[in-house]
Structure formats: C-alpha cells, structure tokens
Nanobody
Framework: QVQLVESGGGLVQAGGSLRLSCAAS????????MGWYRQAPGKEREFLAA????????SYADSVKGRFTISGYNFKTTVYLQMNSLKPEDTAIYFC????????????WGQGTQVTISS
C-alpha cells in the first residue's frame, strides 16, 4: 500500500506560479513511476508529468511542457510539480499518482488538491 497526500494548491492570478507537493508513505519501489494528473470539471483526468527514480527519466504532456517541472526529493518519498505561467485553463483538481507497469494492480492516487487560476 502507498498513501499519497498532495498540498500546495490554491487561487492565483493568470501568469502566476504554484508549487504542488506530494508526500508518499508506505512501500515505494525504485521502479515506480510517480506523477501528476489533473481533472477539470466535466473533463477526463489528464496526464501532466511523471518521473521514475530508478530509470532516471521524466515525461511531460505537450500541454504543460516548458511551463511545468516535475522533481523529487528524499528518494521516492516526495514529488513536486512546479507550475509557472499559469492560465485559467489550468484550473482543475491536481492528483498525485504512483503506478508500476511491472506490478499488476499497483496504481495509487492521492485525494487531490484544487488549483484555481483567475483571469
């Protein structure tokens, strides 16, 4: 089991920045992918960014590439999402995720944190 707790959401003006944090507890593996998704009202959950500790890669959705940066701290326990040049269309609930393509059923979500961008 993995527990994920997001923080750092809030209300900012367009053009501003926010940094989201995700604290992971429980058993995490070096082969886990840790990432961020978001879901806006009436829309499907959307992938934003992910990293893999063991393989050292990062991946970004085209919609956020160049504006959002994923990073980690304290090996496998904390993941950040730095969000710059925010737009009203970035308004959504942001979720942290841990998954592992090599372990069946290993897919965990946090409770989400609200991000609202005013124009």
């Amino acid at each position: 089991q993995v527990q994920l707790v997001e923080s750092g959401g809030g209300l900012v003006q367009a053009g501003g920045s926010l940094r989201l944090s995700c604290a992971a507890s429980g058993r995490t593996f070096t082969t886990d992918d840790m990432g961020w998704y978001r879901q806006a009202p009436g829309k499907e959950r959307e992938f934003l960014a992910a990293l893999n500790w063991g393989r050292g890669w990062q991946s970004y959705a085209d919609s956020v590439k160049g504006r959002f940066t994923i990073s980690g701290y304290n090996f496998k326990t904390t993941v950040y999402l730095q969000m710059n040049s925010l737009k009203p269309e970035d308004t959504a609930i942001y979720f942290c995720n841990v998954r592992n393509p090599y372990v069946s059923g290993r897919n965990y979500w946090g409770q989400g944190t609200q991000v609202t961008i005013s124009s």
